[in-house]
């Protein structure tokens, strides 16, 4: 069965740092989204894409989130400059369509910021 | 804006007993909601969900949901819980692009 995929499956970083969290969505899905989960708190959305740009974003992500599909098969999230309260596991999902079908989430990347 | 609540944090049953998790959601327009389970340091797994059709949805692992639409609740059930069910659950309601997560409700099956 085809999964989601995501590198690195943790990750320690420097306050200030860049990160570039990776994922491989399932291969014939059009959207693709971040989630995060703060620990002991709900999973919330971050942004979805499709057709190479972003079609929806919450007001967690500002300017120094952004994702790109480099190639077919990869989808990233990038953190410009990480705050501590950046700290959380960060999950991809992905669809084959957009409204009431299943997101299928990737085991998740856990971000210390240090 | 949609929202969903799971009321309870942390559910115990008994092994062989019936479960039920409970979820309720705001949203306007049609709901689409989710059940997803998250076992420790995995992702998140789905489970079932509801789009239209019969009230009683059947999902994985011997789970269902029933969808209630005049109490906007869709509580997860399961008639004979394992011990192997126990994790964290989640409801989600599907606007849009995004999903929208209650808080979580852990469930606990004790032999």
């Known amino acids: 069965e085809p999964e989601v995929t995501q590198t690195p499956s943790h990750q320690v970083t420097q306050m200030g740092q860049e990160v570039i969290l990776r994922c491989v969505p399932i291969?014939?899905?059009?959207?693709f989204y971040w989630y995060r989960q703060i620990l002991g708190q709900k999973v919330e959305f971050l942004v979805s894409?499709?057709?190479?740009?972003?079609?929806?974003k919450s007001e967690i992500f500002d300017d120094q989130f952004s994702v790109e599909r480099p190639d077919g098969s990869n989808f990233t999230l990038k953190i410009r400059s990480t705050k501590l309260e950046d700290s959380a596991m960060y999950f991809c999902?992905?669809?084959?369509?957009?409204?009431?079908?299943?997101?299928?989430f990737g085991p998740g990347t856990r971000l210390l910021v240090l | 804006a949609q929202s969903v609540a799971q009321p309870e944090d942390q559910v115990n049953v008994a092994e062989g007993n019936p479960l039920t998790v409970k979820c309720t959601y705001s949203?306007?327009?049609?709901?689409?909601l989710f059940w997803y389970v998250q076992y420790p340091n995995r992702g998140l797994q789905f489970l079932l969900k509801?789009?239209?059709?019969?009230?009683l949805v059947k999902g994985s692992y011997g789970f269902e949901a029933e969808f209630n639409k005049s109490q906007t609740s869709f509580h997860l059930k399961k008639p004979s819980a394992l011990v192997s069910d126990s994790a964290l659950y989640f409801c989600?309601?599907?606007?849009?692009?995004?999903?929208?997560f209650g808080g979580g409700t852990r469930l606990m099956v004790k032999p």
């Open positions: 894409f499709y057709n190479n740009e972003i079609s929806e």
């Open positions: 509801y789009i239209t059709g019969d009230n």
């Open positions: 291969s014939n899905h059009l959207y």
């Open positions: 989600a309601v599907n606007a849009g692009n995004m999903l929208t």
């Open positions: 949203v306007s327009g049609n709901p689409y």
């Open positions: 999902a992905s669809s084959r369509r957009l409204v009431g079908e299943t997101q299928y």
